[in-house]
């Protein structure tokens, strides 16, 4: 067989496109938005070359149609979960012996089937499934998953590149060996691309995988199977099980192969995961890479010199884009005196004209939270703020689940910065603004950085440079993902590699080669050419 010392294409960002009125795009994924909403899908369970249809199932319903039912998804007992492990360990010693270019080229190619063939589906599967607007569906499901697709295999072959120095007599190379066992991929349902780069990342790099994606993401996981399925992903590397998450983890967690996890959830979750490995630790082969990302309460602070156009819209569309599902999402604000009265003109006059509906009527900016679970929790916590006396629900603070889980997006003014929902992670349309004196900005950023568990992103506004500079070292440990004049969401793949640390993760950053490194173990090699034959140094002598 041939050889050579091949370079991938150059990775470049996936053109987003606009969907306005008479654009072909929108014409053909409303089509397919009509098609998928009206036809039942059926979801089994992958596990190597099967389609596991278990007879278990869960019906898929749109959050902003909670009475119509999209079909139904197979969930996993422990017996499926034992065969999705032994499924993956099986097809390890083939795939982790292939050569690193074929592995690039299937996914390469999963990445040009998303952006041509299943644009329409991937984007209308995700806004029937998770309510995501056109936009939202079309930067997430199918530009960003396009990105991390190929981004990361630039990042593998510049990995594999990276070789320590020779010295005369000896030549010394690296191999980026698959870890040794599978990979437990967790996903959340809010962006489809990350459904789709937790497991393939890892099986990039050599790796296989279990993957559970979240039970309210399911309907658009399908499509991601179907497209690594025709991309050429060997039966058994990537594995997909649904069902019970506290059952499938503790099986998947028990197996002495397992090797990592790759997950992106709640804190909570995520921490009594590493928990139960390091409870485990005795029983595997390796000691496990634990990666993940969690949560975030997620700021904006203004400075009295930035300038308040900007400031609402950053609120506007940092808070309220994707019903502020995101764990980026702007959730507590920090505005001087000065600036605030216009600020708070600005943003009641953006509120007044969102529209909130179903995704299919494109004029909407909002739609529907993802379940039940979250319009209660998000109505409870509007009722609390609208009967304590700290706090002043000044825009919105309605809601409505009667057809879908709507909540209109709201503003809680608060005179106490501590107040519960500046320092609670509510995950939906609703941020509190906590306005300061001008006098206290220096106060205000330490404020910021101590108030919260989290430091997953974070913005500042100003037009002062010296503030900036200022802002940037108080806040250093406050965000993994710190946006100057710009709002707290929308990191790129290959342009603003995302993570962050303390409760919000291990911060290894998504989309990046930092990422891609914790799914190799490395292998040194030494070759000597002519190795010595007499135990004796030149200092032993008479």
Request: proline share 5%; with cysteine; glycine share 8%.
């Amino acid at each position: 067989m041939g050889k050579g010392f091949f370079h991938v294409p150059i990775a470049v960002n996936e053109p987003i496109k606009s969907y306005a009125p008479g654009t072909p795009e929108r014409e053909e994924v409303l089509l397919t938005y009509k098609d998928l909403y009206n036809s039942k899908m059926e979801v089994p369970l992958y596990i190597g070359s099967e389609e596991v249809k278990t007879g278990d199932t869960a019906t898929m319903h749109p959050p902003h149609d909670h009475q119509h039912n999209l079909g139904v998804y197979h969930k996993a007992k422990k017996k499926h979960v034992q065969q999705a492990i032994d499924s993956a360990l099986k097809a390890r010693s083939a795939w982790a012996d292939l050569e690193w270019e074929q592995r690039a080229a299937v996914f390469l190619k999963a990445a040009d089937l998303i952006a041509g063939k299943y644009r329409s589906r991937i984007n209308a599967a995700t806004m029937i499934g998770q309510s995501k607007t056109v936009f939202q569906a079309e930067i997430d499901s199918a530009c960003e998953l396009c990105d991390f697709l190929r981004f990361n295999v630039e990042y593998m072959s510049q990995i594999y590149e990276e070789q320590p120095e020779s010295s005369e007599g000896a030549w010394n190379r690296v191999e980026y060996r698959p870890l040794e066992g599978f990979v437990y991929a967790i996903t959340p349902f809010n962006f489809t691309a990350i459904a789709g780069n937790l497991p393939s990342s890892a099986a990039l790099m050599g790796n296989v995988a279990v993957w559970k994606p979240s039970d309210s993401q399911v309907f658009s996981a399908k499509i991601i199977m179907e497209v690594f399925k025709e991309a050429g992903v060997p039966d058994g590397v990537i594995n997909m099980v649904m069902g019970d998450p506290e059952m499938i983890t503790d099986t998947i967690l028990a197996s002495p192969d397992f090797a990592g996890i790759h997950f992106t959830g709640s804190t909570t979750v995520f921490k009594s995961i590493w928990q139960k490995i390091g409870n485990n630790i005795q029983k595997y082969k390796t000691y496990p890479r634990i990666v993940g990302e969690t949560g975030g309460k997620d700021f904006i602070v203004a400075h009295p010199s930035a300038n308040p156009e900007q400031i609402a819209t950053a609120i506007s569309r940092g808070a309220f884009e994707f019903q502020g599902q995101k764990c980026s999402a702007a959730s507590r604000v920090y505005l001087p005196e000065s600036l605030w009265p216009r600020i708070k003109e600005l943003v009641a006059k953006d509120l007044e004209s969102i529209k909130m509906g179903s995704p299919e009527d494109m004029t909407n900016f909002v739609t529907a939270v993802i379940h039940e679970g979250a319009f209660d929790k998000l109505a409870k916590y509007i009722d609390q703020a609208k009967k304590d006396k700290k706090a002043e629900v000044i825009i919105g603070g309605n809601y409505d689940k009667s057809k879908g889980y709507f909540i209109e997006p709201t503003v809680i003014l608060t005179s106490d910065p501590h107040y519960t929902t500046m320092e609670t992670e509510l995950f939906g349309p609703v941020v509190t603004i906590y306005v300061y004196k001008d006098a206290d900005w220096e106060k205000t950023l330490h404020l910021v950085d101590e108030t919260s568990i989290y430091g997953l992103t974070g913005a500042v506004f100003s037009g002062d440079r010296y503030e900036l500079s200022k802002a940037t070292k108080i806040l250093q440990n406050a965000a993994g993902n710190f946006y100057l004049n710009d709002k707290p969401t929308g990191a790129v793949v290959g342009q603003q590699p995302f993570g962050g640390a303390r409760a919000s993760g291990t911060n290894d950053k998504a989309g990046s080669k930092l990422n891609l490194l914790r799914w190799v173990s490395p292998r040194l090699i030494k070759e000597t050419y002519d190795a010595p034959t007499d135990y004796r140094y030149p200092f032993m002598g008479e």
